[in-house]
């Protein structure tokens, strides 16, 4: 058996998030169709994390188990001709039997563009949320860092079917800033994990405090353990990319 480790650029505009739906088209199901066809049976393929419908990724991670003996390079080039054009295999590794994308990654990095700009290139739409109302960047650039070291996300999360497990919604965020390039405001973030819709209600925050109704503590209120309401609201999907996954 081998163990094979693939990252994956996706543009997801078209497709109902990473995860498995039935009768919806999404980017673990389209892997799972072309890899089994290559293998001649079923395979599973796990992913770093599940990104959202219409988020966008130039790095993910994602691992399956096969016997096909054929070299990796060969595997890749095989993948993306089974692929639809808008889901890419980058590079194609041999991991270790107990390779794991989710569990062993170890820090992961998103970025979320915002354009400022009265009219959006319509070749740039898809992969921004259009913003060309006030808002004060310079308070936004002061407010990301906020984000930095290991608070409570519970405000920061969506609902979702693992909350009845009771996980922790603690979480680490290494690097937290904003950043302005042209009739761009650019959000990076790197942490530990994320949650549902995390960063686009992290974004979310970091606007509303650009509009003059969030102050300092009134963000940092919303990191407390046991904080009433939500944290956001949570931007749109197309804005937001998952840069890589670190191991």
Same mark, same amino acid.
């Given at each position: 058996?081998?163990?094979?480790?693939?990252?994956?650029?996706?543009?997801?505009?078209?497709?109902?998030?990473?995860?498995?739906?039935?009768? /919806?088209?999404?980017?673990?199901?389209?892997?799972?169709?072309?890899?089994?066809?290559?293998?001649?049976?079923?395979?599973?393929?796990?992913?770093?994390?599940?990104?959202?419908?219409?988020?966008?990724?130039?790095?993910?991670?994602?691992?399956?188990?096969?016997?096909?003996?054929?070299?990796?390079?060969?595997? @890749?080039?095989?993948?993306?001709?089974? /692929?639809?054009?808008?889901? @890419?295999?980058?590079?194609?590794?041999?991991?270790?039997?107990?390779?794991?994308? @989710?569990?062993?990654?170890?820090?992961?990095?998103?970025?979320?563009?915002?354009?400022?700009?009265?009219?959006?290139?319509?070749?740039?739409?898809?992969?921004?949320?259009?913003?060309?109302?006030?808002?004060?960047?310079?308070?936004?650039? /002061?407010?990301?860092?906020?984000?930095?070291?290991?608070?409570?996300?519970?405000?920061?999360?969506?609902?979702?079917?693992?909350?009845?497990?009771?996980?922790?919604?603690?979480?680490?965020?290494?690097?937290? @800033?904003?950043?302005?390039?042209?009739?761009?405001?650019?959000?990076?973030?790197?942490?530990?994990?994320?949650?549902?819709?995390?960063?686009?209600?992290?974004?979310?925050?970091?606007?509303?405090?650009?509009?003059?109704?969030?102050?300092?503590?009134?963000?940092?209120?919303?990191?407390?353990?046991?904080?009433?309401?939500?944290?956001?609201?949570?931007?749109?999907?197309?804005?937001?990319?998952?840069?890589?996954?670190?191991?």
């Amino acid at each position: 058996m081998r163990r094979i480790r693939v990252t994956i650029a996706y543009d997801g505009t078209e497709f109902h998030g990473w995860q498995v739906q039935p009768g /919806l088209p999404t980017i673990q199901g389209w892997m799972e169709r072309v890899v089994s066809e290559i293998e001649g049976s079923p395979v599973l393929v796990h992913g770093s994390g599940r990104t959202d419908a219409g988020v966008h990724a130039l790095g993910q991670v994602a691992a399956f188990t096969i016997e096909n003996p054929i070299p990796v390079e060969n595997l @890749r080039k095989a993948i993306n001709r089974l /692929l639809p054009k808008a889901i @890419r295999v980058l590079d194609v590794n041999e991991e270790t039997l107990e390779f794991h994308p @989710r569990f062993k990654a170890k820090q992961k990095t998103y970025e979320y563009h915002i354009w400022r700009g009265e009219i959006c290139p319509p070749m740039r739409r898809l992969y921004v949320c259009h913003h060309p109302y006030p808002l004060d960047e310079g308070l936004m650039e /002061l407010m990301a860092p906020l984000f930095e070291g290991e608070h409570d996300f519970s405000a920061f999360a969506a609902a979702d079917e693992k909350d009845a497990l009771g996980a922790s919604k603690v979480r680490n965020i290494y690097l937290s @800033r904003v950043w302005i390039e042209k009739d761009e405001v650019i959000y990076q973030v790197c942490g530990s994990g994320f949650l549902k819709h995390m960063v686009r209600m992290m974004v979310g925050t970091l606007v509303e405090a650009g509009k003059g109704n969030l102050g300092r503590e009134e963000v940092l209120a919303r990191l407390e353990p046991g904080f009433e309401g939500k944290a956001g609201p949570a931007m749109p999907a197309s804005g937001l990319t998952l840069i890589s996954v670190e191991y």
